[in-house]
């Protein structure tokens, strides 16, 4: 992998309007309805009146929605995880012309080989040209970016900076390599826009880039004829001494619980903790800051371990808020230690966890 290719950002500020399509298509029950009965005169674009009410439906909560979660960093759209942005700020306006303007900044992080861990800090603006079309019993929202009109990119904290070949050859540091090959990939992501499904069951997905009608987006983890609300189905992958966070996934009502679904390859073990977004927010930024894992904050609400070959399922009650779930790959936390290290060609390779898992909320038994 050549040096911060896991920094290719397939979900940053794409998840948000793929977000506020989520609010779109699964809050207004009275436009779905409409929209079904007339797919010959929603798909027609001279029908902009109707178009237009439709793309903003769920406007309003577009940026709560943005902030509620963390986004997959990928090196590509079937590839694990390397890592997760987590938005703070976001501002989106809807312009007259039907366009959506966006802007946002947030903290994350990820890994590639020779430097370990990165931390950054990132913040954008885009301008969308939205649009839709149906296939079927299938809504395809389309979200085209018109123009992006800034984006930078910060580095915080490289884990391995001495041993890293990102700075000195190029006259450079580190940082400002880093700083600037961050740069570069973010400008050309953005550029991709992404694509929002809707199903007439209510079921939401999305997928970077233009999804062809009739295709899927990626998922390494299928769910069909389930009751539950499905949170996430995904996969990550976590190197030796790192660790991912989930989430936070929300508990709106009384008596639910969060179902969990996971498989490890990879490595023996590792272990599965459960915290409350405050300590968790907190836990996180320590992460991207320091290049020094630590212990946990506080006891987690649930530890267990994850072992390889068998499927672990979990069904959790929880009152209602927010909620981390930690994959944790390191010495430091829970009584899984990675095993050592073997020599490789930038020193050592460390074999790294695979976790795919399905996160699920619904009525608690």
């Given at each position: 992998?050549?040096?911060?290719?896991?920094?290719?950002?397939?979900?940053?500020?794409?998840l948000?309007l793929?977000?506020?399509?989520l609010?779109?298509?699964s809050?207004?029950?009275?436009?779905v309805?409409?929209?079904?009965?007339?797919?010959?005169?929603?798909?027609?674009?001279?029908?902009?009146?109707?178009?237009?009410?439709?793309?903003?439906?769920?406007?309003?909560?577009?940026?709560?929605?943005?902030?509620?979660?963390?986004?997959?960093?990928?090196?590509?759209?079937?590839?694990?995880?390397?890592?997760?942005?987590?938005?703070?700020?976001?501002?989106?306006?809807?312009?007259?012309?039907?366009?959506?303007?966006?802007?946002?900044?947030?903290?994350?992080?990820?890994?590639?080989?020779?430097?370990?861990r990165?931390?950054?800090?990132?913040?954008?603006?885009?301008?969308?040209?939205?649009?839709?079309?149906?296939?079927?019993?299938?809504?395809?929202?389309?979200?085209?970016?018109?123009?992006?009109?800034?984006?930078?990119?910060?580095?915080?904290?490289?884990?391995?900076?001495?041993?890293?070949p990102?700075?000195?050859?190029?006259?450079?540091?580190?940082?400002?390599?880093?700083?600037?090959?961050?740069?570069?990939i973010?400008?050309?992501?953005?550029?991709?826009?992404?694509?929002?499904?809707?199903?007439?069951?209510?079921?939401?997905?999305?997928?970077?880039?233009?999804?062809?009608?009739?295709?899927?987006?990626?998922?390494?983890?299928?769910?069909?004829?389930?009751?539950?609300?499905?949170?996430?189905?995904?996969?990550?992958?976590?190197?030796?001494?790192?660790?991912?966070?989930?989430?936070?996934?929300?508990?709106e009502?009384?008596?639910?619980?969060?179902?969990?679904?996971?498989?490890?390859?990879?490595?023996?073990?590792?272990?599965v903790m459960?915290?409350?977004?405050?300590?968790?927010?907190?836990?996180?930024?320590?992460y991207?800051?320091?290049?020094?894992?630590?212990?946990?904050p506080?006891?987690?609400?649930?530890?267990?371990?994850?072992?390889?070959?068998?499927?672990?399922?979990?069904?959790?009650?929880?009152?209602?808020?927010?909620?981390?779930?930690?994959?944790?790959?390191?010495?430091?936390?829970?009584?899984?230690?990675?095993?050592?290290?073997?020599?490789?060609?930038?020193g050592?390779?460390?074999?790294?966890?695979?976790?795919?898992?399905?996160?699920?909320?619904?009525?608690?038994?």
């Amino acid at each position: 992998m050549p040096p911060l290719a896991a920094l290719r950002y397939r979900s940053l500020a794409l998840l948000a309007l793929a977000l506020l399509a989520l609010g779109a298509f699964s809050c207004q029950r009275t436009g779905v309805a409409l929209v079904k009965l007339m797919p010959g005169v929603t798909n027609d674009p001279r029908n902009r009146t109707m178009r237009r009410e439709i793309m903003s439906f769920g406007s309003k909560e577009f940026c709560k929605e943005l902030m509620k979660r963390g986004a997959p960093l990928k090196t590509r759209d079937d590839a694990p995880a390397m890592g997760r942005f987590f938005a703070d700020q976001c501002f989106h306006q809807d312009m007259e012309n039907d366009d959506v303007f966006v802007q946002f900044s947030g903290r994350g992080y990820t890994w590639t080989q020779p430097s370990g861990r990165i931390g950054f800090k990132i913040q954008g603006s885009i301008l969308y040209n939205p649009d839709f079309l149906l296939h079927g019993k299938t809504m395809y929202a389309y979200f085209r970016p018109r123009t992006v009109q800034s984006s930078k990119f910060e580095t915080i904290m490289i884990e391995r900076v001495g041993s890293t070949p990102l700075g000195g050859l190029f006259g450079a540091s580190a940082q400002d390599t880093a700083n600037r090959m961050g740069n570069q990939i973010i400008a050309q992501e953005l550029q991709r826009g992404f694509t929002v499904l809707r199903d007439d069951d209510g079921s939401v997905d999305f997928g970077v880039g233009i999804i062809e009608q009739g295709q899927r987006p990626f998922h390494p983890y299928q769910v069909h004829g389930s009751d539950k609300v499905l949170l996430a189905s995904d996969w990550t992958e976590i190197h030796e001494q790192q660790r991912d966070f989930l989430g936070p996934f929300e508990i709106e009502g009384r008596d639910q619980a969060l179902f969990l679904t996971m498989n490890l390859d990879g490595t023996p073990a590792v272990d599965v903790m459960l915290f409350q977004k405050t300590p968790g927010d907190g836990w996180l930024q320590t992460y991207i800051q320091q290049a020094q894992v630590g212990p946990p904050p506080v006891p987690p609400m649930l530890s267990d371990v994850l072992a390889q070959g068998r499927e672990w399922r979990r069904t959790v009650p929880l009152k209602p808020g927010l909620y981390y779930l930690v994959i944790d790959h390191t010495s430091v936390a829970g009584p899984v230690s990675p095993p050592p290290s073997q020599p490789g060609f930038l020193g050592t390779s460390d074999v790294a966890a695979v976790v795919r898992y399905v996160a699920q909320v619904g009525d608690a038994p």
